[in-house]
């Protein structure tokens, strides 16, 4: 029974002292969490923009050949229809 009682003391008496450093504790990592969230969050906006900028060049190449090959085909038929 002394040391139910004990135990029940013990955890109220060391309570605030562990609330007060879970809180710095807590307060310390949302802001590690929050860095590394917007490191991420520039990680990927880097990603995203570096990868539609090679989708764009490939587009953009694709249509300049395609663009290149109609010219040669309206070219040639004028040929063999003269």
Request: glycine residues 2%; aromatic residues 6%; without cysteine.
């Amino acid at each position: 029974m002394n040391d139910e009682a004990e135990s029940s003391r013990a955890g109220q008496r060391y309570a605030p002292s562990a609330s007060v450093s879970t809180t710095e504790h807590e307060d310390v990592l949302s802001d590690v969490d929050e860095e590394e969230q917007a490191a991420r969050l520039r990680q990927r906006v880097s990603e995203r923009r570096s990868e539609a900028k090679r989708k764009r060049i490939v587009f953009l190449d694709q249509l300049v050949r395609d663009l290149d090959n109609l010219v040669f085909l309206e070219l040639i038929t004028l040929y063999y229809l003269e």
